[in-house]
């Protein structure tokens, strides 16, 4: 019977309780006289023990009573009893193996040796060291004729092999002594033959000395005398050839085999059975209570025995006289039937079929033997089989080295078909591959059952049986994984069988079929619970559809290949059962909301944290559906954006109601503005959370899925517009709050512009914009510390806008008062810098709109003194020079050179060309004035003039000018040489040709320290004339405003009288 057949899950095969008794293995008769035999063998122990047995007999019978389960009684009984029993007949089995480097004593230098061996009762004591005259022909005189035995004679050799073995008897261990002579067989031969043999000198010494002594009288070679009781069990060793003398004390070496043996035993199992048979019972009554010992000590046993045990079977083995085979023969029949009742490492079984596979030979074996040897082989793999069946109970993975025991059983099953033994002897040779594989799949199918009676709910519903479907498919995935991760290898490398792929094909349909069975039962109308217990068998489902990855190549769709349409019915209630959840939670979540930040670096509150894991629960219920069919997973994408942008929605409008609520219990209005704040931070999280949708729900899969049969204009118009939209309405709510903080600042920042347009003049301009700096930073800090970013940055870009508006306006109020524009503009760039906020706030491009550039030019302008605006006009007048390219009014060529040495501007008029004609006859007189502007910076310095050419529109003037300049004044701003060419008029004012202005600035040598430029190298400067624009220019009409101021005036009308006189339109 299968012991383990019986065994719990978890429990070992043939695991059993520490104390339990396996004596019942055999019958009290069996074990009596099975106790007999070690006692006796134990009383009658021979030899002397090995370095690693138990000496001490008493030691050994402790060991064997415990072993055999026996009280003091019967074990003094059965003692007694052993002491009666007649002793068996002593014997040392003696082998004579070989010999080395003997003596040569015949003429050709060889020998031709024999041996003599025996054994004498009385033991004699070694020679004293004095005594050096040895005894001739000992075994000869000492042994009677009957008892001596003889070797063959080995002809001519010094190296002779007998391999010889005899039983030699005796009767007491302490007195016997073995004696072994070696002798050289001499034969009569004739002088001549001998002297033919004649190799060297000693052969003659040789001939000579047989001359002396009597014909046909043998040489001595050596012996070898041992006393019995300084032998072991058994040995095998070289022993040294004793001399009879000291001529020739190195007489060579022989090498001997000795085992002290039993003959006639008179224990009963001896006289009644064959002795690996007793042998083998003895081995596994040990090996059981080994066992034993170690499970009791917690401890799987390895394989190892006691040195006691050790010491028993090798004294039974020894007397017995069973050879080598025999022995493993019997450990192998032991070892494999206790496997199948207890526990131990299967590894055991290796060495008894290494050893059987070395030393098989089928004759060694009565019929008898031979069957039982089979039957061995049978009994171990049918119960090996039934192990591997049954793997999962009988080797669990809780239980310690689980893996590794069946590790070892797997190669004992494999190595023991392979054997010789195994081949000849069962003539039905299995296929152990196709056992296993048929074995896995009953031993699967078996599992699935028990585990389906186990889990099979105690109240039939369907909702209870949708629980137990998921609770019955965790441990199916479970097994599966096991399968795939732990055991799979163990059964490729040895079978080369794919356990997974056995496992989970039978497992699939299996399941298929029952779960399909279950939800046979299910309609339309199905409750909550029972959907929502069929969500988790779904995914379950799922979970184990999948790992069909990891099957090879097969064809043909698997049981669970169209699964999702069993569930078809339950879909829109669990979209429906998702988006209630996330909106009832984020209704509480927001009615909980006190609209303060929920952490010291977040600027957010509670409620986004609770949306954004209603919106992951969503996204979370999407990825576990994993829903196949493209177009149905398409429509399941469209409800679940729908229901995530109407969450949106409402909670832009909750939050909004909640902020207002909080407002009404009378808190200040720094705190109203601070739930704004909040209120437009959760907003703009909540924007993110809409935009991180098409990523996390991954629509660029779903459009390649559903190419085939959803055109991708409907995904667009279907999914991204109605994200579009949403975020458009996000957008404009933030819009709505950003601008209602605005307009709260608003008021502040225009009344500080009023007051600061309105302070007095006498007031310094940094002083005066020190209230609006103030209030703006305060109110900007704390709106920084409550808004992300973006949202800040949002609510700056409106302020700005709003700020120079309200500067444009004070800026547009006319007012002769420079001190009022300097304050304007001092606030203006103060107000950039507030509001770029050294690269945190606005980027400059930001702020540097059309209508900041405008204003800050005309402030700039508006604050200036009288002459720095004139040396802005002649500067601008300058960059006009520049940027002149059309000679349309002609043109002036001059060589201007500064002389550092006399601070000297020397200026060549070399002549004018292509100038118009404005007398009468088709003519001008031209000439040309020469005057170094702006006046303030040269008022020393006065104009000068060219000589008049009559009716010249080309003339050539060729004169020179010297003006003394200091070249500090050159470098001023718009400081240039004005060159105004006029045509003369004798009755009337002359009229206007042109005017250039050269810039003294980049006048060559003024930066030389001493005359360095050649006055021949200077190049000619063609510049072309230019008339002024009649409406003048914004400097021109910014002086003119100056009505007290006389400079200002007297340059405004020199300026009305060139414009006057130009030829240019507007």
Known sequence: MDA???????????????EMDLSHRFSKRELVLLYEEVLYTIRHRLGKPEHHHVADSQELYAYVQKAFGMDEEEHRVIMQQVKELESPIFCLKATVKEAKGILGKDVSGFSDPYCLLGIEARSQEPAHPEHKKRMKAVVKDLIPEDQIHRTQVISQ??????????????????????????????????????????????????????????????????????????????????????????????????????????????????????????HRHLLQQLVSYEILQHQAGSMAWDGELSRHAITVLYLHATQKDLSDFHQVMAQWLAYSKLYQSLEFNSNCLLHQITSIEYQWVQERLRPEQKAELAESFQSLLTYGV??????????????????????????????????????????????????VSTALKSGTMEWFHMEKQHLKPMVKSMEENGKALSRLLVEV???????????????????????????FLELESLVAEHVQEQLHELDSSMSKPTAES?????????????MKDFLPKREGPLALSNFHQWFKEAVPQWLQ?????????????????????????????????????????????????????PEEAFMIMVKLVEDMCKIALMYCRLIKERAEALSLSGQSEGEAANRLCIVVNNIKQLRLLILRLPSQLDWAQLEQRTEAVIDPQQIQHTLHNQLDSTVSCLDHEIQDVVQA?????????????????????????????????????????????????????????????????????????????????????????????????????????????????????????????????????FSNRIQQQLDTNSEKYGAVTIKALYCPSEQKLHVDVLNAVNLIPLDSNGSSDPFVQLTLEPRHEFPEVVARTTQCKRNELHPLFDEAFDFLVPPEKCRQEGACLLLTVFDYDTLGANDLEGEAFFP??????????EDQVDAGQVPQTRLPLMHPKPTGDEILRLLESRKGDKEAQAFVKLRKQRAKQSKETD
């Open 4 to 18: 383990a057949c019986k065994t719990p899950e978890g429990t070992l095969p043939g695991e059993e309780s520490p």
């Open 157 to 278: 050799t010094l190296s002779p092999v007998w391999d010889e073995t005899f039983i030699l008897e005796f009767e007491d261990v302490e007195t016997a002594s073995f004696h072994l002579d070696m002798w050289d067989s001499d034969v009569v031969e004739s002088v001549r033959h001998k002297l033919g043999e004649l190799t060297d000198l000693h052969g003659l010494k040789r001939i000579f000395k047989d001359a002396r002594k009597d014909k046909g009288q043998d040489d001595f070679l050596g012996n070898v005398v041992l006393r019995l009781k300084d032998l072991h069990c058994w040995s095998d060793r070289w022993y040294l050839l004793e001399p009879r003398t000291e001529t020739y004390p190195n007489r060579g070496q022989c090498h001997l085999q000795f085992l002290l043996t039993h003959k006639k035993r008179a224990t009963t199992s001896s006289r009644t059975q064959p002795s690996y048979t007793v």
């Open 386 to 435: 039934s192990l591997i069946r049954r793997y999962r109970i009988i080797f669990p993975l809780s239980v310690p080295r689980s893996t590794e025991r069946l590790q070892s059983l797997l190669r004992v099953l494999v190595q023991m078909c392979k054997m010789k033994a195994f081949r000849e002897l069962c003539t039905l040779s299995p296929d152990l591959p196709e056992m």
């Open 477 to 503: 995935v479970g097994d599966l994984q096991q399968c795939q991760k732990i055991w799979n290898k163990f059964f490729l490398n040895t079978f080369k069988l794919n356990l997974f792929s056995i496992a």
């Open 534 to 546: 069929l969500f988790q068998l779904y995914m379950n489902l799922q979970e184990l559809y999948r």
């Open 577 to 629: 059962k998702a988006y209630t959840i996330a909106l009832e939670r984020a209704q509480r979540a927001i009615q909980m909301d006190q609209l303060t930040p929920f952490g010291e670096h977040n600027k957010h509150s509670t409620s986004t944290v609770d949306l954004s894991t209603c919106y992951a629960q969503i996204v979370k219920t999407w990825q576990q559906l994993s829903w196949p069919d």
């Open 741 to 873: 903080l605005a307009t709260k600042l608003e008021k502040g920042i225009a009344r500080h512009i009023q007051e600061l347009s309105s302070s007095s003049d006498t007031q310094e301009p940094e002083d005066s914009i020190i209230p609006l700096m103030k209030f703006l930073e305060s109110e900007l800090q704390y709106l920084n510390e409550h808004l992300v970013q973006e949202n800040f940055n949002s609510l700056l870009a409106l302020l700005w806008h709003h700020t120079l508006a309200v500067l444009s306006a004070a800026a547009g109020q006319q007012s002769p008062s420079t001190q009022h524009y300097k304050k304007l503009h001092c606030a203006l760039k103060s107000l950039e810098l507030c509001f770029h906020a050294e690269g945190c706030g606005l980027p400059l491009e930001t702020l540097h709109t059309a209508a900041f550039l405008s204003l800050e030019t005309r402030l700039a302008l508006c604050s200036s003194a009288t002459r720095k605006l004139i040396q802005k006009y």
């Open 1000 to 1009: 003294l600035c980049h006048l060559p040598g003024l930066d030389a320290d």
